[in-house]
């Protein structure tokens, strides 16, 4: 299995499948490479290399105690792409994964990237503040954070359902895939999930995105409840100056599951171009 080692002697799991352009994925917060394998797997079987990391504190990755800021994960991700020495990539991410795209590109710029799509954002800021009063209060974290101190599989069942769209419209995802997406977040680090939902809500992107050179694709859905559509996938649009936004309404944060067929098909479209 492939590793590579970053500079504070961290091990990081990734896959690499098939030959062609190469596509990188970031994946969620407290799930691992394996979220992406049905994307992967169809474009690699339509002529695409697909690269997939395990954030540290994720799936087959070391968890160590520090790490987990975004400069940090970001480098991480750049640690990837040298190693393989990767150009013309297509940065694909999905919720916490965009925070590490964004900042990817403004601190180690855009030489080996091509464009970026971003599923289900966190970006471009969480938190409410003066300036950006539609945000969520502080309290909301806190209070996922104090249950994650003492119970952190109780919070993922409780939320497994929501993220996957369970009872929405035309929603027909089987429990068994609901089950794989809580029996992979069963295994990460609960210090990792902590620490980076610090990270994630208290990170202010905006800056950064009005910088970003290449053509974004920004994937959200109408009925997502951890990002909103109006405060994340909106306003990332709004704010990169090349980019498209693509909503699939009725679509919950999950997207990768739920509307499987047309976000394969709408990453082939965007990667072909």
Known sequence: MPFLTTN???????KDWGSGSPVVFAHSWSLSSQMWQY???????????????????????????????????ADDLAA???????RGVTLVGHSTG???????????GADRVARIVLVSCVTPFMLKT??????????????????????????VA?????????????????PALVDAGIADARTVSTRAMIEISHTITETDFRAEMREITVPALVIHGGEDMFNPLDLCGRRSAELIPDSRL?????????LHLTH????NADLLDFVTR
């Open 8 to 14: 504070d002697g961290t091990s990081l799991f990734y």
């Open 39 to 73: 994307q992967m797997l169809h474009l690699a079987e339509h002529g695409q290399r697909c690269v997939a990391l395990d954030r540290r504190g994720h799936g087959r990755s070391d968890q160590p105690w520090d790490g987990y800021d975004i400069d940090t994960l």
């Open 80 to 86: 990837l792409l040298d190693r393989l020495d990767l």
């Open 98 to 108: 965009t925070c590490e795209v964004v900042r990817y590109l403004s601190r180690h």
């Open 130 to 155: 003066p300036d950006n009063p539609d945000g969520f209060d502080v309290s909301v974290f806190e209070d996922s954070r104090a249950l994650w101190h003492r119970d952190f599989p109780l919070w």
């Open 158 to 174: 409780e939320v497994a359902g929501p993220f996957s769209g369970v009872g929405l419209p035309g929603n027909q995802i089987s």
């Open 246 to 254: 693509e909503v699939y309404e009725d679509g919950p944060h999950g």
């Open 260 to 263: 499987l067929d047309r976000l």
